[in-house]
């Protein structure tokens, strides 16, 4: 399906990408400046990219918050 | 919500048990019989994290990112609809993936649902590479509209129909007027068949059929799931002739009587 929506030219297939990276920065790395920076960036990106990325950043930053993350829930809101 | 909920859950589901609803444009869908196995194969990893998600930091985090962000849509699908089972889940597809993998190195039953829905993926895919590849039906169907159309002419067209429709309209290929079947496609053009039509969409076929001259037509390009609800409106004012008709698309032509 990704494949299918990159071909034809929806943001879709760089909406999932800077998803799981988001993900991954938010959760699984640590929280180092550099990591933080990322955050932000791609947040900001996946924003510019398709209106559900408001519901990936808003369920990262909420899960982040909960999780003991602040760094990186406050890194996604830029 | 733009398509019936139960539509827009198995939609979801079944993308991730493996077998995505493949929107029309992008060719033929996959059989019906895989899409109901993905559906279940994906309800039963997603209650299987339900159950599952205390077990691990990394997967309760997973798991509660990916709920915030589908009850988030869901909520937010009430008031505009922007909710579609085989293109929402593509946000958080690969985080998904992730999840599942991760639950199944920690869970023989989750493994083995999640080799299933490694199955069912591998098949569609397969499926989706050999599927042949030319002008669909709807496309067709539009190049003869725009060869046999007249400027009397009005086309309502839903669906995945409705956008090809306009761009040729708009770019003086198509010679006739054309609305979007139900009106609220016009300023959210996709592929997905929106629920029931509302009294607003049947008044502007009304008075459409009202408009049209003697020697004007009315076109319907729709899913064929819209022809019960046409069937009252052009039925008795005048007559209805089925032009083409597929799985896909049926193509009526209404004159007055």
């Known amino acids: 399906m990704l494949l299918l929506y990159s071909a034809e030219a929806r943001a879709y297939a760089l909406l999932s990408l800077t998803g799981v990276l988001l993900f991954l920065l938010a959760f699984v790395l640590p929280e180092r400046p550099r990591n933080l920076a990322a955050i932000a960036l791609l947040s900001a990106v996946s924003l510019y990219l398709h209106y559900l990325a408001l519901f990936v950043v808003a369920a990262l930053t909420t899960v982040a918050a909960a999780e003991k993350r602040p760094r990186s829930a406050l890194a996604a809101l830029g | 919500m733009h398509e019936p909920a139960a539509d827009f859950a198995a939609g979801i589901l079944s993308s991730l048990g493996g077998a995505g609803r493949i929107p029309p444009p992008f060719g033929p869908p996959l059989p019906l019989a895989l899409v109901a196995v993905g559906g279940v194969v994906g309800l039963v990893l997603a209650s299987s994290l339900a159950r599952s998600w205390r077990v691990d930091p990394e997967l309760r985090r997973a798991s509660a990112f990916l709920v915030l962000f589908f009850g988030g849509v869901l909520f937010a699908s009430l008031a505009r609809p922007i909710g579609f089972g085989g293109r929402t889940e593509m946000a958080v597809l690969p985080v998904w993936l992730w999840t599942v993998a991760l639950a199944g190195e920690r869970s023989r039953f989750l493994r083995g649902a999640t080799w299933s829905a490694v199955a069912i993926a591998s ?30 002419d009005v086309l309502f067209a839903g669906a995945s129909f409705y956008l090809p429709a306009r761009l040729a309209a708009d770019r003086g290929r198509l010679p006739m007027s054309v609305h979007a079947f139900p009106l609220e496609q016009a300023s959210h053009p996709g592929w997905t068949v929106s629920r029931r039509s509302r009294p607003e969409d049947d008044a502007a076929v009304r008075r459409a059929l009202d408009r049209t001259g003697s020697t004007g037509r009315v076109f319907f390009e729709v899913p064929p799931s819209y022809r019960k609800e046409l069937r009252p409106l052009v039925a008795p004012r005048g007559v209805t002739r089925r032009i083409v008709e597929s799985p896909e698309v049926i193509l009526l032509v209404w004159s007055p009587k």
């Open chain 2, 123 to 152: 098949v569609s895919t397969i499926l989706l590479v050999v599927a042949p590849r030319g002008p669909s039906v709807a496309e067709r169907t539009l190049e003869a509209l725009e060869r046999t159309g007249r400027p009397g």
